[in-house]
């Protein structure tokens, strides 16, 4: 193949972006139209139908279905507390009384003359659906949410787990190929979006966890520790409804992968604002990447930065993501048209790499390099 | 515009993979047609490109430089071909976009929502959830859920003829509710296919109606001991090609580039599957395994009769790219390990399948780690050939009679056509098969993931370009055939597996072969063996096999059959290893001698390992 693989990250000091805030059902837009919002602004709000509870009446009261009707203390449609008396039958002979008293708060919804029984609705459940990112209202859904526009810088992500998160960018680790380790992170970083630097481990993210982190942004993470964050193994990717106590959005991959120098380089220039983050993330045509959004303050921007990727030539920068020299960086200095046998024996198209850190050349598969920016 | 095969001078044709594209180039020579060279790029549906044409583009491109020859105009196919220049015919299948990944709907999770899934699943998709009133899912979280996943369609059944009608209607209303928002492309109403009770279909679709493209269609679980699936399932293939593939990215103009209409790949596949199943009167598995989902069909005998079923199945999330990860979390890692001859780190191995995952088109560079991948693509076979099992029983298309027994046992729905000891031979097409940098290395991860008994011929799709030729026989049924059999299907030879267990070097069966014109040579082979006997690559042998007392090859217990097979570029693959059961040996150090054995014995690496 003669062109690399691009995983078509953005990664940008400057974009629009236009967030969806959707109610899971009919409700109440809070906001209106042009309204500026912050992250945790509540933007609409529906309730949600409670609970159903099933009373079966007649073996309750020992009664015949047909005339559970007639048992009832409060009629259907009105609400009774936890406790409350719900239906009454007299015994036998009239001495001794049968009584049913109600399981929850909620209204009587129906009593049923076939099967006796009673259903009873618990208290609806307030649902509130929040900005996520601060910016302008830009549109209206009718009893359904809102549009919410900002401007800012996004980073992208190629996996993540875990929510919509918002807090402070605070820095971890000096550099983008150190590893952040437990030590690390400090009481300061509570409700912050911390960022490491080339790995971290399922023992950080405990500790993430116990000190209210809101977020991690690292280069890898072993799958392993994956597994055990998650309680279980990971199939089909598609996340992002992972209750796990903090977001984790990985930036390049599984494994120890030095965060590419442009993101590092955003991400510091970004330390200190407020950052939105979304682990949710969906492997598959119609990707759906993890990201990070920190809008601008008050019309601040700085200079656009897209992904490169396409075709190589000789000066590409790239990155070999497969074995035997996954994660190394390094600059393209041939590529020879005609097919070449790998170790396998498999004849395919082949680059020359130079590595940035020792000048080592290798012949690697030309589908076993990403471009990256230099 | 109408094919002339007569005025077919030379034909390009695609197959757009969920992770590569590949691209043909057919020309006709004094031979007829042969296949003259092919190209590959990566699939572009996903961002940045997020049109499929580009990687169709990159691909004919590399068929250029490989050929010498110009076929691009600028950004559009050169057709006709005029001179050296351009193509005559230009044609594609395409998976790209994972295939179609659904939402089914029941009313009880056991039932309707079963025979729901039974129908999505049956109709090539992936099922991505089965929600179901009884699910243990509050309202509000199956909305979210149907959000989240954004399928491409949603199918709704539910209830019994006659039966309950207030409680689909509020499963309507929860679709209704959820408004999910289509995968591909933007502004347009998500295909829902109503297939539940008769009686509801009128407020399902004043619910549904306004808000979604709806099909009503002939309730699937009509009564409690029946299901009728064929309506539901061929209404998800006409919504497929209307909706769905016309809005993935690129495909519209895709579609004004060729005269044929864009086939899904698993359909171009099952045509080959089929012609070939005639042509040589034998039952036939085929498999295609990619990125993303690994297909398998198969046309085997009913029972008794002379009658002929074709079943396909596609098997969500069980690919080498894509759904790697999920081959892991469904066979777990030490299935995958038992068949590597060295010990592996684990959390090494984690991280290169999810990375494979994340960046899917990457190949193994050094042995380990193609034996590694071999052995995930054992696994993810295997699997799907489970599922194939399960769902290819009964009569394809007609209705199926269930008992009212078995509505409480739902995993199963009869007996499965799959019988192993009639397969008379055994395909495998996509990447990770056709592309093993060794033969042997196909045929041997066949045989260990589908376990074939008696005698059985495997073959490979050279390159893998089963999918354009299937499309190709829908309008050049010639040149189709022609490249199939000269460039396409590799005969890699037989195996030889004997159903029974013994002891490791207890006598198992004798082997005579016996070549057109030429002496018998005649092999004895123990039990907890594999061995190579050599075969011609062209022509055919006739192959006498007697089996020990307590071994089957077919004929009964120590009763000996005799077949005539075609030669193979492997050989005969002798595989005393057991069969019912089929074990490796437990202990880690026996089990990679054995591996290490057996590799040899079938000259599947270069150098040990």
């Given at each position: 193949m003669g062109h690399a693989y691009t995983p078509g990250l953005r990664v940008t000091a400057d974009t629009v972006v236009r967030r969806e805030r959707r109610l899971p059902l009919k409700g109440q837009v809070l906001a209106e139209h042009g309204q500026s919002v912050e992250p945790?602004?509540?933007v609409a709000r529906a309730e949600l139908p409670g609970n159903v509870q099933t009373v079966n009446l007649a073996a309750k009261l020992g009664m015949d279905p047909a005339r559970?009707?007639?048992?009832?203390?409060s009629p259907v449609g009105s609400f009774v507390r936890q406790g409350e008396l719900l239906a009454t039958a007299k015994g036998l002979f009239g001495l001794f009384k049968n009584q049913v008293e109600s399981p929850?708060?909620?209204?009587?919804?129906t009593v049923s003359t076939v099967t006796g029984q009673l259903l009873l609705r618990e208290r609806p459940m307030p649902v509130e659906v929040n900005?996520?990112?601060?910016?302008?209202?830009?549109?209206v859904m009718n009893g359904e949410g809102v549009v919410v526009e900002s401007r800012g810088a996004l980073i992208q992500g190629i996996f993540g787990v875990g929510g919509e998160t918002f807090g402070r960018i605070v820095s971890a680790?000096?550099?983008?190929?150190v590893p952040l380790e437990?030590?690390?992170?400090?009481?300061?970083?509570?409700g912050a979006v911390v960022v490491g630097g080339s790995h971290t481990t399922h023992a950080a993210v405990q500790r993430a966890r116990e000190l209210g982190v809101a977020a991690l942004v690292v280069g890898g993470f072993d799958d392993r520790d994956l597994r055990e964050l998650l309680g279980?193994?990971?199939?089909?990717?598609?996340?992002?409804?992972?209750?796990?106590g903090l977001t984790l959005v990985l930036?390049?991959?599984?494994?120890?992968i030095a965060m590419a120098s442009r993101t590092w380089d955003l991400l510091h220039a970004c330390a200190g604002r407020v950052a939105s983050v979304s682990g949710a993330t969906q492997i598959r045509a119609g990707v759906m990447r993890p990201e990070l959004f920190v809008p601008h303050t008050s019309g601040a921007s700085g200079p656009a930065s897209e992904e490169g990727g396409g075709s190589l030539e000789t000066g590409s920068i790239v990155r070999v993501?497969?074995?035997?020299?996954?994660?190394r960086i390094g600059r393209v200095v041939e590529l020879p048209h005609e097919l070449r046998p790998l170790d396998t024996e498999a004849l395919v198209r082949v680059l020359v790499v130079e590595f940035a850190d020792d000048g080592e050349r290798a012949t690697v598969p030309r589908a076993n390099v990403e471009r990256i920016a230099g | 515009m109408t094919v002339v095969p007569e005025n077919i001078r030379s034909i390009l044709a695609t197959d757009c993979g969920s992770t590569t594209t590949k691209a043909v180039l057919i020309e006709r020579t004094a031979d007829g047609y042969r296949l003259v060279t092919r190209g590959e790029a990566p699939t572009?549906?996903?961002?940045?490109?997020?049109?499929?044409t580009r990687g169709v583009l990159n691909a004919v491109k590399e068929v250029e430089e490989l050929r010498?020859?110009?076929?691009?105009d600028g950004d559009r196919i050169l057709s006709p071909q005029q001179g050296e220049d351009g193509v005559d015919l230009y044609l594609s299948t395409s998976s790209a976009g994972g295939g179609l990944q659904m939402m089914v709907s029941g009313l009880v999770l056991q039932m309707t929502g079963e025979s729901a899934q039974r129908a999505a699943l049956g109709a090539g998709?992936?099922?991505?959830d089965v929600i179901a009133l009884?699910?243990?899912?509050r309202p509000h979280e199956k909305i979210r859920r149907m959000r989240q996943l954004r399928p491409d369609l949603i199918l709704l059944s539910g209830g019994t003829?006659?039966?309950?009608v207030r409680r689909v209607t509020e499963m309507a209303e929860i679709i209704a509710a959820a408004d999910p928002r289509a995968?591909?492309?933007?502004g347009y109403e998500l295909p829902v296919i109503y297939a539940g009770n008769k009686d509801a279909a009128p407020m399902v679709q004043d619910c549904l109606g306004p808000v979604t493209a709806l099909s009503v269609v002939p309730?699937?679980?009509?009564?409690?001991?029946?299901?009728?699936?064929k309506p539901a399932r061929d209404a998800i293939h006409d919504l497929f090609m209307e909706h769905v593939m016309a809005h993935a990215p690129g495909y519209k103009k895709l579609m004004t580039w060729s005269p044929v209409p864009i086939m899904p790949t698993p359909g171009a596949v099952g045509l080959i599957i089929e012609k070939v199943a005639k042509r040589d009167r034998m039952a036939v598995v085929g498999v295609d395994i990619g990125g993303a989902t690994t297909d398998i069909f198969s046309v085997f005998r009913v029972q008794g009769t002379e009658e002929t079923v074709f079943n396909r199945t596609v098997s969500a999330n069980?690919?080498?790219?894509?759904s790697v990860s999920n081959v892991m979390a469904e066979a777990g890692i030490e299935n995958i390990l038992r068949w590597v001859p060295f010990p592996v780190d684990e959390v090494e191995l984690r991280n290169r399948i999810k990375n494979k995952m994340i960046r899917p088109t990457t190949i193994p560079q050094t042995l380990d780690d193609l034996v590694i991948e071999q052995a995930i693509c054992r696994e993810a076979l295997r699997l799907s050939f489970e599922q194939h099992k399960a769902l290819?029983?009964?009569?394809?298309g007609k209705q199926t009679a269930r008992d009212i027994s078995d509505t409480f046992e739902q995993s199963g729905s009869g007996a499965?056509?799959?019988?192993l000891m009639d397969l008379g031979l055994l395909v495998g097409s996509g990447g990770v098969l056709s592309h093993a940098p060794r033969r042997a290395q196909s045929m041997l991860m066949m045989i260990d993931a589908f376990?074939?008994?008696g005698v059985t011929e495997l073959a490979v799709d050279s390159i893998f370009m089963t999918p354009q030729l299937g499309v190709l026989s829908t309008v050049h049924e010639l040149a189709a055939t022609q490249v199939f059999e000269r460039d396409c299907l590799i005969m890699l030879g037989a195996c030889v597996a004997p159903v029974g267990s013994g002891r490791p070097g207890q006598p198992c069966v004798r082997i005579e072969v016996t070549p057109e014109g030429a002496a018998a040579v005649a092999r004895d082979v123990p039990f907890g063996e594999l061995v190579r006997l050599d075969l011609p690559e062209q022509g055919r042998v006739t192959l006498t096999v007697t089996p020990e007392?307590?071994?089957?090859?077919?004929?009964?217990?120590?009763k000996p059959v005799s077949r005539t097979i075609r030669g193979g570029v492997v050989g005969i693959a002798v595989d005393t290893?057991?069969?019912?059961p089929f074990a490796l040996p437990e202990d880690p150090a026996t089990r990679i001698a054995r591996l290490r054995q057996w590799n040899q014995a079938l000259g599947l690496y270069a150098r040990e390992i």
């Open positions: 945790d602004t509540v559970v009707g007639e048992s009832l203390a929850a708060d909620g209204t009587i919804e900005a996520y990112v601060r910016g302008q209202v830009a549109e680790t000096p550099r983008a190929d437990p030590e690390h992170l400090t009481p300061e970083h509570r279980r193994d990971l199939g089909v990717a598609i996340t992002g409804q992972e209750d796990i930036t390049e991959g599984f494994g120890r993501i497969r074995q035997p020299w996954f994660g | 572009t549906v996903e961002a940045p490109f997020e049109d499929v010498g020859r110009r076929l691009l998709a992936i099922v991505m009884n699910d243990g899912r003829d006659g039966g309950d995968r591909l492309g933007a309730n699937l679980r009509p009564t409690l001991e029946r299901e009728n699936l069980l690919g080498m790219s894509y290819a029983v009964g009569l394809k499965t056509l799959v019988d376990l074939p008994e007392r307590g071994f089957d090859m077919g004929a009964g217990k120590g290893r057991g069969r019912r």
